[in-house]
């Protein structure tokens, strides 16, 4: 149980175009979902929370209107890097919680990751 | 002062040795604790999680917690040389959206 899927896995796109990634909770209704983005061999940084059928909350620092988050049902969000430029390659990783798990309360289950490259 | 400390590392064990993992936090309101794995290149998974003071133990790993003095621990037992990887701690305080608060990670090395 507690599965989490992302999608694509990897991507390679031109600089100025958007890209979309989504996570979906395969296996128990996600109400919340975290974004996250990691560089290489730096610690992971939470970019957004998204609760289920509301704004997603964005951290300090990061831009809403360019990384436009998603979370129209239970089991799936998704993250638009809008007009993309190589700065924005990175490891982008999601990551879900959810209260039907029994005995679960706060863990959170991450999606494999997909790896952007800006060119 | 960071709100997750760990060292660094690397860590570096035999295999069949008990690698230990230390973590200190600074918000003793802290409520939720979780260890985890995190090889290079790919997403963090969970490990063990503990809510309350004492020890928690599945197959090789055990968590430890204190409260009082606001650290959490990982032991592995029989180190292997797939334990190899970075162990994340993680924490969860009251509010703030009940997100994770990461530390840095140590790196361990379970050396054949």
């Known amino acids: 149980g507690a599965v989490v899927s992302q999608h694509p896995s990897r991507v390679i796109c031109k600089s100025g175009t958007s890209v979309k990634i989504e996570c979906r909770s395969l296996?128990?209704?996600?109400?919340?979902m975290f974004w996250y983005r990691q560089f290489p061999k730096k610690s992971l940084m939470l970019m957004a929370t998204?609760?289920?059928?509301?704004?997603?909350?964005?951290e300090q620092g990061v831009e809403k209107d360019k990384f436009l988050i998603n979370h129209a049902s239970l089991t799936l969000s998704t993250l638009t890097v809008t007009s993309a430029h190589p700065e924005d390659s990175s490891f982008y990783i999601c990551?879900?919680?959810?209260?039907?798990?029994?005995?679960?309360?706060?863990?959170?289950?991450f999606g494999p990751g997909t790896r952007l490259t800006v060119l | 002062q960071k709100e997750v400390e760990q060292n660094s590392g690397p860590l570096s064990v035999p295999e069949g040795a008990i690698a230990s993992l230390n973590c200190t936090y600074s918000?003793?309101?802290?409520?939720?604790f979780f260890w985890y794995r995190q090889y290079s290149g790919k997403s963090p998974e969970l490990i063990m999680f503990?809510?309350s003071n004492g020890d928690k133990e599945d197959g090789r790993f055990t968590a430890q917690l204190n409260k009082a003095s606001q650290y959490v621990s990982l032991l592995i037992r029989d180190s292997q040389p797939s334990d190899s990887a970075t162990y994340l701690c993680?924490?969860?305080?009251?509010?703030?959206?009940?997100?994770?608060?990461w530390g840095l990670g140590t790196s361990l090395a379970v050396n054949p």
């Open positions: 990551s879900a919680r959810g209260p039907g798990l029994a005995g679960k309360r706060d863990e959170q289950f």
């Open positions: 296996d128990f209704q996600a109400t919340t």
């Open positions: 998204s609760n289920e059928g509301s704004k997603a909350t964005y």
């Open positions: 918000d003793r309101g802290s409520q939720s």
């Open positions: 503990i809510y």
């Open positions: 993680a924490v969860i305080n009251a509010g703030n959206n009940r997100k994770l608060i």
